[in-house]
Protein backbone atom coordinates (compact mmCIF):
# COMPACT_ATOMS: atom_id res chain seq x y z
CA UNK A 1 0.00 0.00 0.00
CA UNK A 2 2.86 2.25 1.20
CA UNK A 3 5.11 1.81 -2.00
CA UNK A 4 2.03 2.08 -4.20
CA UNK A 5 1.26 5.94 -3.16
CA UNK A 6 5.35 6.34 -3.45
CA UNK A 7 4.86 5.06 -7.11
CA UNK A 8 1.87 7.94 -7.32
CA UNK A 9 3.69 10.27 -6.41
CA UNK A 10 6.47 9.68 -8.08
CA UNK A 11 4.56 9.50 -11.17
CA UNK A 12 2.84 12.64 -10.92
CA UNK A 13 5.68 14.63 -9.82
CA UNK A 14 7.30 13.19 -13.27
CA UNK A 15 4.06 14.14 -15.13
CA UNK A 16 4.44 17.89 -13.99
CA UNK A 17 8.07 17.90 -14.78
CA UNK A 18 7.29 17.02 -18.32
CA UNK A 19 4.34 19.55 -18.68
CA UNK A 20 6.98 21.73 -17.14
CA UNK A 21 9.65 21.81 -19.83
CA UNK A 22 7.81 20.15 -22.82
CA UNK A 23 4.78 23.01 -22.96
CA UNK A 24 7.22 26.03 -22.99
CA UNK A 25 6.80 26.48 -19.32
CA UNK A 26 10.56 26.81 -18.91
CA UNK A 27 12.12 29.92 -20.14
CA UNK A 28 15.36 29.48 -22.52
CA UNK A 29 16.06 32.80 -22.82
CA UNK A 30 19.59 33.78 -22.57
CA UNK A 31 18.48 36.95 -20.38
CA UNK A 32 16.97 34.97 -18.07
CA UNK A 33 19.69 33.69 -15.07
CA UNK A 34 19.62 30.15 -13.92
CA UNK A 35 19.09 30.21 -10.23
CA UNK A 36 22.03 30.13 -8.37
CA UNK A 37 22.39 26.51 -7.50
CA UNK A 38 21.82 25.81 -11.29
CA UNK A 39 24.59 27.76 -12.04
CA UNK A 40 26.73 25.96 -9.59
CA UNK A 41 25.62 22.86 -10.78
CA UNK A 42 26.45 23.39 -14.39
CA UNK A 43 29.83 24.54 -13.30
CA UNK A 44 30.76 21.62 -11.33
CA UNK A 45 29.94 19.58 -14.37
CA UNK A 46 31.69 21.42 -16.29
CA UNK A 47 34.85 21.48 -14.20
CA UNK A 48 34.65 17.43 -13.44
CA UNK A 49 34.15 16.80 -17.42
CA UNK A 50 37.59 19.44 -18.53
CA UNK A 51 39.19 17.78 -15.60
CA UNK A 52 38.74 13.52 -16.12
CA UNK A 53 38.87 14.44 -20.58
CA UNK A 54 42.24 16.63 -20.18
CA UNK A 55 43.91 14.54 -17.52
CA UNK A 56 45.82 12.72 -19.92
CA UNK A 57 46.86 15.56 -21.78
CA UNK A 58 50.95 16.62 -22.23
CA UNK A 59 51.28 20.41 -21.82
CA UNK A 60 54.49 21.49 -24.45
CA UNK A 61 57.48 22.79 -22.67
CA UNK A 62 57.65 25.45 -25.12
CA UNK A 63 54.66 27.75 -23.97
CA UNK A 64 56.31 30.69 -22.84
CA UNK A 65 58.97 30.50 -25.74
CA UNK A 66 58.32 34.51 -26.57
CA UNK A 67 59.07 33.33 -30.26
CA UNK A 68 56.30 30.99 -30.19
CA UNK A 69 53.20 32.58 -28.09
CA UNK A 70 53.58 35.64 -30.53
CA UNK A 71 52.47 33.40 -33.44
CA UNK A 72 48.81 33.05 -31.96
CA UNK A 73 48.15 37.12 -31.65
CA UNK A 74 46.41 37.30 -35.39
CA UNK A 75 44.49 33.99 -34.56
CA UNK A 76 43.32 35.41 -30.96
CA UNK A 77 42.65 38.97 -32.54
CA UNK A 78 40.31 37.40 -35.56
CA UNK A 79 38.78 34.38 -33.49
CA UNK A 80 38.43 34.91 -29.77
CA UNK A 81 38.64 38.83 -29.03
CA UNK A 82 35.22 39.48 -29.09
CA UNK A 83 34.05 37.20 -26.52
CA UNK A 84 37.39 36.69 -24.31
CA UNK A 85 38.52 40.58 -24.85
CA UNK A 86 41.66 42.30 -26.01
CA UNK A 87 43.68 45.02 -24.59
CA UNK A 88 42.64 46.93 -27.24
CA UNK A 89 38.72 46.21 -27.02
CA UNK A 90 36.80 49.33 -27.11
CA UNK A 91 33.21 49.23 -25.69
CA UNK A 92 31.48 48.60 -29.09
CA UNK A 93 33.52 45.33 -29.54
CA UNK A 94 32.25 44.44 -26.60
CA UNK A 95 28.54 43.88 -27.78
CA UNK A 96 28.24 40.26 -28.62
CA UNK A 97 30.57 39.21 -25.06
CA UNK A 98 27.69 41.38 -23.33
CA UNK A 99 25.02 39.32 -24.30
CA UNK A 100 26.28 35.74 -24.16
CA UNK A 101 25.19 33.64 -21.30
CA UNK A 102 27.15 31.87 -19.73
CA UNK A 103 29.73 35.17 -19.58
CA UNK A 104 32.98 33.97 -21.91
CA UNK A 105 35.51 34.86 -19.42
CA UNK A 106 37.89 37.94 -19.32
CA UNK A 107 41.58 36.86 -21.10
CA UNK A 108 43.13 40.17 -20.45
CA UNK A 109 42.25 39.31 -16.47
CA UNK A 110 45.79 37.23 -14.81
CA UNK A 111 43.20 34.19 -14.09
CA UNK A 112 44.63 30.76 -12.90
CA UNK A 113 44.68 28.85 -16.13
CA UNK A 114 45.67 25.21 -16.60
CA UNK A 115 47.01 25.06 -19.82
CA UNK A 116 45.93 21.58 -20.25
CA UNK A 117 42.57 22.26 -19.67
CA UNK A 118 42.31 25.40 -21.75
CA UNK A 119 44.13 23.09 -24.94
CA UNK A 120 41.24 20.57 -24.48
CA UNK A 121 38.70 23.39 -24.12
CA UNK A 122 39.59 25.13 -27.18
CA UNK A 123 39.57 22.41 -29.31
CA UNK A 124 36.51 20.61 -28.30
CA UNK A 125 34.29 23.64 -27.24
CA UNK A 126 31.73 23.70 -24.43
CA UNK A 127 28.33 22.71 -25.16
CA UNK A 128 25.45 25.09 -25.08
CA UNK A 129 27.43 27.86 -23.88
CA UNK A 130 29.01 29.60 -27.23
CA UNK A 131 32.07 27.83 -26.98
CA UNK A 132 33.09 26.45 -30.18
CA UNK A 133 35.11 23.86 -31.04
CA UNK A 134 37.73 25.17 -32.68
CA UNK A 135 39.66 21.60 -33.12
CA UNK A 136 37.20 21.03 -36.30
CA UNK A 137 38.93 23.38 -38.12
CA UNK A 138 42.61 24.06 -36.80
CA UNK A 139 45.24 22.19 -35.85
CA UNK A 140 46.43 21.00 -32.42
CA UNK A 141 49.89 22.79 -32.96
CA UNK A 142 47.78 26.30 -33.63
CA UNK A 143 45.15 25.49 -30.21
CA UNK A 144 49.07 25.24 -28.09
CA UNK A 145 49.73 28.36 -29.28
CA UNK A 146 46.36 30.37 -28.45
CA UNK A 147 46.97 28.69 -24.79
CA UNK A 148 50.59 29.72 -25.14
CA UNK A 149 48.95 33.34 -26.06
CA UNK A 150 46.15 33.55 -23.60
CA UNK A 151 49.07 33.05 -20.35
CA UNK A 152 50.69 35.78 -21.78
CA UNK A 153 47.59 38.26 -22.80
CA UNK A 154 47.21 40.05 -19.35
CA UNK A 155 51.15 40.95 -19.28
CA UNK A 156 50.41 42.80 -22.87
CA UNK A 157 49.51 46.57 -23.30
CA UNK A 158 46.97 47.92 -25.40
CA UNK A 159 50.18 49.11 -27.97
CA UNK A 160 52.20 45.64 -27.66
CA UNK A 161 49.17 43.75 -28.44
CA UNK A 162 48.09 46.05 -31.63
CA UNK A 163 51.56 45.55 -33.00
CA UNK A 164 51.63 41.82 -32.20
CA UNK A 165 48.39 41.30 -34.18
CA UNK A 166 49.78 43.51 -37.25
CA UNK A 167 52.93 41.66 -37.21
CA UNK A 168 51.88 37.81 -37.16
CA UNK A 169 48.48 37.52 -39.34
CA UNK A 170 45.15 35.74 -38.94
CA UNK A 171 44.22 32.24 -39.14
CA UNK A 172 44.06 32.31 -42.57
CA UNK A 173 47.88 33.24 -43.38
CA UNK A 174 49.91 29.75 -44.12
CA UNK A 175 51.02 28.74 -40.77
CA UNK A 176 48.57 29.55 -38.80
CA UNK A 177 47.39 26.62 -38.35
CA UNK A 178 44.28 25.97 -40.26
CA UNK A 179 43.44 22.59 -41.49
CA UNK A 180 44.03 21.32 -45.16
CA UNK A 181 41.12 21.50 -47.09
CA UNK A 182 39.63 24.76 -45.17
CA UNK A 183 38.35 22.11 -41.86
CA UNK A 184 36.00 20.05 -44.41
CA UNK A 185 37.49 16.60 -43.31
CA UNK A 186 40.06 16.82 -46.42
CA UNK A 187 43.19 15.66 -44.72
CA UNK A 188 44.36 13.87 -48.07
CA UNK A 189 48.27 13.96 -48.31
CA UNK A 190 47.80 14.93 -51.55
CA UNK A 191 45.58 18.10 -50.58
CA UNK A 192 48.17 20.56 -51.85
CA UNK A 193 45.78 22.16 -54.26
CA UNK A 194 42.76 22.09 -52.25
CA UNK A 195 44.82 23.74 -49.44
CA UNK A 196 46.03 26.90 -51.67
CA UNK A 197 42.36 27.19 -52.30
CA UNK A 198 40.64 26.74 -48.90
CA UNK A 199 43.66 29.94 -48.25
CA UNK A 200 42.37 32.19 -51.09
CA UNK A 201 38.67 31.76 -50.59
CA UNK A 202 38.12 34.88 -49.85
CA UNK A 203 40.34 35.17 -46.12
CA UNK A 204 43.37 35.58 -47.57
CA UNK A 205 44.45 39.07 -48.06
CA UNK A 206 46.81 37.77 -50.96
CA UNK A 207 45.95 37.55 -54.39
CA UNK A 208 44.47 33.96 -54.74
CA UNK A 209 47.92 32.37 -56.94
CA UNK A 210 50.51 33.90 -54.68
CA UNK A 211 48.78 32.23 -51.23
CA UNK A 212 48.79 29.13 -53.13
CA UNK A 213 52.52 29.63 -53.66
CA UNK A 214 53.29 30.48 -50.49
CA UNK A 215 51.16 27.13 -49.09
CA UNK A 216 53.26 25.31 -51.44
CA UNK A 217 55.95 22.87 -49.42
CA UNK A 218 53.38 23.50 -46.08
CA UNK A 219 51.51 20.14 -46.74
CA UNK A 220 53.41 17.55 -45.51
CA UNK A 221 54.09 19.19 -41.82
CA UNK A 222 50.42 20.28 -41.67
CA UNK A 223 48.81 16.79 -42.83
CA UNK A 224 50.94 15.26 -40.29
CA UNK A 225 49.88 17.67 -37.29
CA UNK A 226 46.44 16.93 -38.65
CA UNK A 227 46.72 13.45 -37.33
CA UNK A 228 44.61 14.74 -34.45
CA UNK A 229 45.62 13.76 -31.28
CA UNK A 230 45.68 15.43 -27.73
CA UNK A 231 49.14 14.76 -27.40
CA UNK A 232 51.29 17.55 -28.75
CA UNK A 233 54.89 18.88 -29.91
CA UNK A 234 56.86 19.80 -27.95
CA UNK A 235 59.28 21.80 -30.30
CA UNK A 236 57.21 24.64 -32.67
CA UNK A 237 58.10 24.35 -36.49
CA UNK A 238 59.72 27.19 -38.57
CA UNK A 239 57.26 27.16 -41.19
CA UNK A 240 54.59 28.89 -39.04
CA UNK A 241 55.63 32.11 -38.77
CA UNK A 242 54.24 34.12 -41.56
CA UNK A 243 56.57 35.79 -43.59
C1 LIG B 1 31.09 33.26 -29.27
C2 LIG B 1 31.88 33.52 -28.12
C3 LIG B 1 33.19 32.82 -27.95
C4 LIG B 1 34.25 32.77 -28.81
C5 LIG B 1 34.34 33.39 -30.20
C6 LIG B 1 35.31 32.08 -28.12
N1 LIG B 1 34.89 31.70 -26.88
FE1 LIG B 1 35.99 30.73 -25.48
N2 LIG B 1 34.39 30.65 -24.25
C7 LIG B 1 33.17 31.20 -24.51
C8 LIG B 1 32.27 30.88 -23.43
C9 LIG B 1 30.83 31.30 -23.35
C10 LIG B 1 33.00 30.11 -22.51
C11 LIG B 1 32.49 29.37 -21.30
C12 LIG B 1 32.15 30.15 -20.12
C13 LIG B 1 31.67 29.23 -19.03
O1 LIG B 1 31.60 28.01 -19.17
O2 LIG B 1 31.33 29.79 -18.00
C14 LIG B 1 34.35 29.99 -23.06
C15 LIG B 1 35.36 29.31 -22.42
C16 LIG B 1 36.66 29.28 -22.88
C17 LIG B 1 37.77 28.68 -22.18
C18 LIG B 1 37.72 28.03 -20.81
C19 LIG B 1 37.96 29.12 -19.82
C20 LIG B 1 38.28 28.70 -18.42
O3 LIG B 1 37.86 29.43 -17.51
O4 LIG B 1 38.97 27.71 -18.23
C21 LIG B 1 38.87 28.84 -22.95
C22 LIG B 1 40.30 28.40 -22.64
C23 LIG B 1 38.45 29.54 -24.15
N3 LIG B 1 37.11 29.79 -24.07
C24 LIG B 1 39.30 29.91 -25.17
C25 LIG B 1 38.88 30.49 -26.36
C26 LIG B 1 39.76 30.76 -27.48
C27 LIG B 1 41.25 30.50 -27.50
C28 LIG B 1 38.98 31.28 -28.46
C29 LIG B 1 39.41 31.68 -29.86
C30 LIG B 1 40.10 30.68 -30.63
C31 LIG B 1 37.63 31.37 -27.96
N4 LIG B 1 37.60 30.87 -26.68
C32 LIG B 1 36.56 31.88 -28.66
C33 LIG B 1 32.82 31.93 -25.62
C34 LIG B 1 33.61 32.12 -26.73
Partial sequence: MKINKLIIIAGLGLLGVAIFFLFGFY????????WKITEW????VRDSSITRASADIVVPDNLDDPQYFVQAAGNYNAMCSSCH??????????????G????????????????????WVIKHGLKMTGMPAWGA???DEATWKL???????????????????????G?????????????????????????????SDGHSKNSPGKAEAMTQGHGSAENHENKATDTPKSK??????PH
Fill in 27 to 34: NIAASDKH
Fill in 171 to 199: SHMPGGGHMPGGGHGDTSPHGEAAQGQSH
Fill in 236 to 241: PHGHSA
Fill in 41 to 44: GLAQ
Fill in 137 to 139: SHS
Fill in 147 to 169: VAFIRQLPTLDKKQYSELVAKYG
Fill in 100 to 119: LYPQPPDFTQALSHDSARMF
Fill in 85 to 98: LAPNSDAGEQELRT
